[in-house]
């Protein structure tokens, strides 16, 4: 396709993101972070790789969502050379497909019939799923596994965002906080995003990936762009 310069530039290559297909990523932090940023971005490298993806906005109107990819795309053409923007542009509108969910209203089975719908009309078909939005206070570990079981089933990889709350201290022993600290086993990746005086650190809590290289635990959001950057 002619962007693996793109992919090999991303920081995000030292989480060996093509490593972990079909399995599931969770980014967590407090309010107002950026987790959307970082899933879009796991999104577009994703992309730029070939794959197809499924954004799922829970709570949040579509427009909004495509205004994320759209500032994103931006920064990418503005910071890195790619000879016909616009045929970049044109392929990332092909390759996602984004959805939006009331928050009343997304569970397993309605988002098993909308992937299913998509996936057997031939409208769509994804290799990767990112969810942002879930709320994971009244999840409990059996409603996760189900949602993984079908996940897998459907050989997607698959990355949620979670709020974390500075009032609930609860932690997992692996250092995942509440209210995911009694489900992070079901993620191969988990990433907590924490904010230091002028940049939001990307902890790497979990990452059951041996290709992982050391460089992961020196990733930062970049605050004037919300990219990821390597912390030089």
Do not use: N
């Given at each position: 396709m002619g962007y693996e310069p793109l992919v090999k530039k991303n920081p995000l290559r030292v989480l060996n993101l093509a490593g972990n297909d079909k399995k599931m990523g969770l980014i967590m932090a407090r309010?107002?972070?950026?987790?959307?940023?970082?899933?879009?971005?796991?999104?577009?490298?994703?992309?730029?790789?070939?794959?197809?993806?499924v954004h799922i906005s829970i709570g949040e109107n579509l427009e909004k969502t495509k205004l994320w990819?759209?500032?994103?795309?931006?920064?990418?053409?503005?910071?890195?050379?790619?000879?016909?923007?616009?045929?970049?542009?044109?392929?990332?509108q092909r390759h996602r497909m984004i959805m939006s969910f009331k928050e009343s209203a997304f569970n397993r089975a309605r988002l098993e019939e909308r992937l299913n719908d998509m996936i057997?009309?031939?409208?769509?078909?994804?290799?990767?799923?990112?969810?942002?939005?879930f709320d994971f206070t009244n999840m409990d570990h059996e409603d996760l596994e189900d949602i993984n079981n079908l996940m897998e089933s459907l050989r997607l990889q698959t990355w949620f965002s979670a709020t974390s709350h500075r009032e609930d201290d609860r932690v997992s022993p692996s250092g995942v906080p509440a209210p995911c600290h009694e489900l992070d086993d079901l993620f191969e990746t988990v990433v907590l995003l924490k904010s230091e005086q002028e940049y939001v650190q990307l902890e790497i809590i979990r990452h059951n990936s041996d290709a992982c290289s050391g460089d992961a635990h020196h990733?930062?959001?970049?605050?004037a762009t919300m990219m990821v950057k390597k912390d030089d």
């Open positions: 309010a107002g972070l950026g987790k959307t940023a970082l899933l879009v971005q796991i999104a577009l490298d994703s992309i730029l790789r070939g794959k197809r993806v990819y759209d500032d994103m795309l931006e920064i990418i053409l503005q910071e890195c050379s790619v000879a016909k923007p616009h045929e970049l542009i044109d392929m990332v057997l009309q031939d409208i769509f078909k994804p290799d990767c799923v990112v969810i942002d939005g990733l930062i959001l970049d605050p």
